[in-house]
């Protein structure tokens, strides 16, 4: 924990002054000290103006995200006990897409369509929570089967939209939203979408303990006197909030969820005491990583979902071959 909370502040010192305009490790340090100590100038005006105005906000959107999605895939993987089981379980992130589509269509407003984005998401999973109600078998398969049905079918109404859209302006903006990316992040968006995402964080965090029931069956559950399946819906429904807020911040970004807290978990065990801690940090230096590469190593950004998907899926290939050949 301790190594990567240091790899996480020097990561983030390192982002601020990486770009087309470099600033050195120790003017990151004194500019952003400054209000608070009152260090003598020696900076230029200009450097000051592009780290507050431009790259603080992008690099705490980036933490805030990749801690996000990190914690969220953590959760879903312990409720459905499923190390596979990734953040858009229960057709978060569809739902979300199709949210800020129809806003896109709409010609809303950035915030328009952020509030759009996250009103899709909670309505997907309302629906997917609502259908194993509505068959009378409230189990966890069903559960994730229902997620499969909305995701599938939040899949298909995303489709004509992209069909009815206009092919000069709203498709380029949709599909872009599709791919993630930071580079429109202003401080109003972290003040918006922050508050429900830390708020969020710090409930599951101080509920870690509980979820570790969750690897019970709901009778064992009972019989030490816990509630797993009013358990169980609390923690979906704040890793909900979490993955939602988090793509009306970036837009859709996969991998996250999946692969880091599978990592975490080789790393520190299934016990989510620890667990959860150690995701939101790595989540967060993963994240941070990903955008200041997809900034710095092009003239054109790269869209985030492309570079998670290129170094993610490579080193979950290699996790399942490490785990497998631990198992033999």
Known sequence: MLLFLFLLAAMTVFSIGSGRFDIGPGDVVKILCHPLLGIERTWSEQAENVIFSLRLPRVLAAVMIGAALSLSGAAYQSVFKNPLVAPDMLGVSSGACVGA??????????LGIQVGAFCGGLLAVSVAVMIPRIVGRNTVVM???AGIIVGGFMSSLLGIIKYVADTETELPIITYWQLGSLTSVMWGNLLYNGLPIIACAMIMLFLRWRMNILMLSDE???????NAVLIRYAVIFCATVLTASSVCI?????????????FARMLVGPNNQRLLPLAVVMGALFLLVVDTLSRTTMNAEIPLSILTGLIGAPFY???LIRQRMAVV
Do not use: D, K, R
């Not at 064992?220 to 816990?226: C, Q, R």
């Open 101 to 110: 589509s129809v806003c896109i269509l709409l010609g809303l407003s950035q």
């Open 143 to 145: 559960l994730v089967l």
């Open 220 to 226: 064992e559950a009972h019989m030490l006197g816990h």
């Open 250 to 262: 970036s837009g859709t970004v996969g991998w996250i969820g999946l692969v880091v807290p599978h």
């Open 317 to 319: 290939f290699y996790l």
